[in-house]
């Protein structure tokens, strides 16, 4: 009898323990659900895409890597006018480095490449053309979840900034790139045009273009003017916004 008492309190006490796990002991805190990522029409796909070695015809040997994409999913005229804008960097940048190889001439771009992130409903698509002499050029494309051009304005609008917040933050990451930062207080003539011309409203302004990066933030690229090689170079710069 004692043996059947202490079982069924076991098992009362097992049973209150149950209801206990099943209760909140704090009411008041919520999970917070994960944000959800609007979603897009637009995909990439590759437009070209190679890469090997080569020898020129002097027997220099070095490596490439070509890859452009290809705005797919929608049928617009904004897409449409991207992907001629992308045939055109194969053409112009891609194109006369493949002749060269087959005529064993060296070549002068060794890296185009691409990428692109998916933000709250933005397709952001970055392409890097890599010169031979130390500089490299870029094109921005992005577009909205129905594949339509998403401007610099747009791109302020997402992020919840005024585009005079922007360009002060982009004076201030100019100014602090290799070419401007060691420029001393007491500099030539020389380096002061470098730096005014940098940071002027033409340079810097509305137009510079401007894209996502992985992570959402702003970000543009950026001319810099320069004392030494070509008259400027152009730069990527990612802001904290």
């Known amino acids: ?3 059947r008492f202490i079982a069924i ?4 006490i097992f049973a209150m323990s149950l209801c206990a796990c099943g209760e909140n002991s704090d009411p008041d805190v919520q999970e917070t659900p994960e944000p959800s990522e609007i979603p897009t029409k637009v995909r990439i796909e590759d437009f070209y895409r190679s890469s090997g070695s080569y020898t020129d015809g002097v027997g ?3 490596d490439y890597s070509y890859a452009l994409p290809l705005i797919c999913g929608v049928d617009t005229d904004d897409a449409a006018a991207a992907n001629s804008a992308i045939k055109d960097i194969f053409q112009n940048d891609i194109q006369p480095e493949l002749d060269a190889m087959q005529e064993g001439v060296s070549l002068t771009t060794y ?4 990428e ?3 933000f709250k409903g933005i397709t952001s698509v970055l392409i890097t053309v890599d010169l031979d002499y130390g500089s490299s050029l870029y094109y921005c494309f992005n577009f909205d979840e129905e594949g339509k ?3 610099n304005s747009g791109l302020l609008e997402l992020k919840g900034v005024s585009s005079a917040d922007f360009l002060k933050t982009a004076g201030e990451l100019l100014s602090e790139s290799d070419q401007l930062k060691n420029i001393p207080d007491n500099a030539s003539a020389e380096e002061q045009e470098v730096r005014e011309k940098t940071l002027s409203a033409e340079n810097c302004n509305m137009e510079m273009p401007m894209y996502l990066d ?3 933030k702003l970000c543009f690229v950026g001319r810099v003017y320069s004392l030494a090689g070509a008259d400027s170079y152009l730069y990527l710069f990612c802001t904290e916004i």
């Open 60 to 62: 220099n040997t070095g």
């Open 214 to 216: 992985a992570s959402g």
């Open 149 to 151: 051009t998403v401007s």
């Open 9 to 12: 309190m076991l098992a009362l």
């Open 116 to 118: 692109y992130v998916c």
């Open 111 to 114: 890296n185009v490449s691409y």
């Open 1 to 3: 009898m004692k043996k």
